[in-house]
């Protein structure tokens, strides 16, 4: 019987692979998960011992159809290198690496791909998981996938032309959101008496109700800031400040995260070729 493969265990690997357990898609006994320092594996072997764990990527993908490659972007190649002997038309290959394209995957291993950006609000079952997959995947290979990653949050099929803008809005976008609302602590502790403890812990307690507001209470952005800034009153004056300078850093923002994509995949496209 075949088993699911899940090589790399870092940040996102540990995330995803903890989540789908914990939240039933997987069974333990169905997977095997590899890593490059196998010792990182002790802990979920510990919490789950029937999951098999190894260091021999080729081992794994002689035993699964289904393989998820959670190693960093530049590992990708070398993974699917190791693997190639043991994969045929039959494999299905996940990959999470940001800029690394569908086409290039496919020069390495012309198969069944599947490309995911997830995003670290899954570790609380929330946020958004990109997915496209290529033309050889089948529905049902298809719907295997996305039901995974609806178990750890919402599924977002996309075409790949997509995956940089919306990678920043889903997937950098927590790192964006901290900086952001870690700088308002900051200013809010600089021209107070209360401490960066203090500002830190109002700040995001009042980040999160407002989710809440936005999420469950079916508020849009603009009922919002029309309910909270009273006409004539103190919010309205921090209100423009924002609609200022907000527009411009955000869209350097964007520019300057797309330019680096687009590095980096050229970086890429000539790995993969070479
Ligand atoms: N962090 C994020 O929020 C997001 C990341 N991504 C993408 O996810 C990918 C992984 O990122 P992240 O989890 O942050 O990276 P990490 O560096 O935390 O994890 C990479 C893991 O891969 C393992 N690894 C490396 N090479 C091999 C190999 N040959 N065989 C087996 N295991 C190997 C490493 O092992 P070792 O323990 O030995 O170092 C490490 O555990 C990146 O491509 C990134 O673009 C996508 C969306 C969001
Ligand atoms: O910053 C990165 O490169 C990765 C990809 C998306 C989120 N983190």
């Given at each position: 019987?075949?088993?699911?493969?899940?090589?790399?265990?870092?940040?996102?690997?540990?995330?995803?692979?903890e989540?789908?357990l914990?939240?039933?898609?997987?069974?333990?006994?169905?997977?095997?998960?590899?890593?490059?320092?196998k010792?990182?594996?002790?802990?979920?072997?510990?919490?789950?011992?029937?999951?098999?764990?190894?260091?021999?990527?080729?081992?794994?993908?002689?035993?699964?159809?289904?393989?998820?490659?959670?190693?960093?972007?530049?590992?990708?190649?070398?993974?699917i290198?190791?693997?190639?002997?043991?994969?045929?038309?039959d494999?299905?290959?996940?990959?999470?690496?940001?800029?690394?394209?569908?086409?290039?995957?496919?020069?390495?291993f012309?198969?069944?791909?599947?490309?995911?950006?997830?995003?670290?609000?899954?570790k609380?079952?929330?946020?958004?998981?990109?997915?496209?997959?290529n033309?050889?995947?089948?529905?049902?290979?298809?719907d295997?996938?996305?039901?995974?990653?609806?178990?750890?949050?919402?599924?977002?099929?996309?075409?790949?032309?997509?995956f940089?803008?919306?990678?920043?809005?889903?997937?950098?976008?927590?790192?964006?959101?901290?900086?952001?609302?870690?700088?308002?602590?900051?200013?809010?502790?600089?021209?107070?008496?209360?401490?960066?403890?203090?500002?830190?812990?109002?700040?995001?307690?009042?980040?999160?109700?407002?989710?809440?507001?936005?999420?469950?209470?079916?508020?849009?952005?603009?009922?919002?800031?029309?309910?909270?800034?009273?006409?004539?009153?103190?919010?309205?004056?921090?209100?423009?400040?924002?609609?200022?300078e907000?527009?411009?850093?955000?869209?350097?923002?964007?520019?300057?995260?797309?330019?680096?994509?687009?590095?980096?995949?050229?970086?890429?496209?000539?790995?993969?070729?070479?």
């Amino acid at each position: 019987m075949s088993k699911i493969g899940f090589i790399g265990y870092g940040s996102m690997g540990s995330m995803i692979i903890e989540g789908l357990l914990s939240s039933n898609v997987i069974k333990p006994d169905e997977i095997i998960v590899s890593n490059r320092t196998k010792s990182k594996l002790e802990d979920i072997k510990k919490k789950y011992p029937e999951i098999e764990i190894t260091d021999n990527n080729a081992y794994l993908a002689g035993k699964c159809r289904k393989i998820f490659i959670f190693v960093g972007t530049s590992a990708v190649k070398e993974v699917i290198e190791e693997v190639k002997d043991e994969i045929s038309g039959d494999s299905h290959i996940t990959y999470i690496a940001a800029a690394l394209t569908m086409e290039n995957v496919e020069g390495a291993f012309p198969g069944k791909i599947t490309k995911v950006i997830p995003s670290l609000t899954s570790k609380v079952n929330e946020g958004v998981s990109l997915i496209c997959h290529n033309e050889e995947v089948t529905e049902k290979e298809a719907d295997f996938v996305n039901n995974l990653f609806s178990s750890i949050s919402d599924v977002k099929i996309i075409d790949e032309e997509n995956f940089e803008a919306g990678s920043d809005l889903t997937s950098c976008a927590p790192a964006f959101i901290a900086e952001i609302f870690m700088k308002f602590a900051e200013a809010g502790a600089e021209n107070s008496n209360f401490t960066p403890a203090e500002t830190q812990d109002m700040v995001i307690k009042t980040l999160y109700g407002t989710a809440k507001l936005l999420y469950e209470g079916n508020m849009g952005f603009e009922e919002v800031i029309s309910r909270v800034a009273t006409k004539g009153g103190i919010t309205e004056e921090g209100v423009k400040i924002l609609e200022k300078e907000l527009p411009n850093t955000f869209d350097e923002l964007l520019k300057t995260t797309l330019t680096k994509n687009k590095k980096i995949k050229e970086a890429l496209n000539n790995q993969m070729i070479n």
